[in-house]
């Protein structure tokens, strides 16, 4: 079992930065691929990044290519998105997810999700 808790969001300026986290609880934290999500009003949840299991591979949306990075401290039980140069199509829900397989892009691969985080970009 993994409860996932988000922080960080806000409201940001175009152009401007945020950096999410997501803590952990339970042991097997480092035994899950972690990503994120992300959803707007009326949207589906569309996936974002991932990073497998040691923090070395690392995997993104093409919308978030060159601007978001996806990080992970295992001795923290912790897991950051890095989010710069950002847009007002990035406002939305953000969340925090874990799944048994890397390279899982689709939600219904991951297993535990955190309540989310709301990022809100005005231009």
């Known amino acids: 079992q993994v409860q996932l808790v988000e922080s960080g969001g806000g409201l940001v300026q175009a152009g401007g930065s945020l950096r999410l986290s997501c803590a952990a609880s339970g042991r097997t934290f480092s035994a899950y691929t972690m990503g994120w999500f992300r959803q707007a009003p009326g949207k589906d949840r569309n996936f974002v990044a991932g990073?497998?299991?040691?923090?070395?591979?690392?995997y993104y949306a093409d919308s978030v290519k060159g601007r978001f990075t996806i990080s992970r401290d295992n001795a923290k039980n912790t897991v950051y998105l890095q989010m710069n140069n950002l847009k007002p199509e990035d406002t939305a829900v953000y969340y925090c997810?874990?799944?048994?397989?890397?390279?899982?892009?689709?939600?219904?691969?991951?297993?535990?999700w955190g309540q989310g985080t709301q990022v809100t970009v005005s231009s």
């Open positions: 997810a874990a799944a048994p397989r890397f390279g899982a892009t689709q939600a219904s691969e991951y297993n535990y």
């Open positions: 990073v497998g299991r040691t923090g070395s591979s690392t």
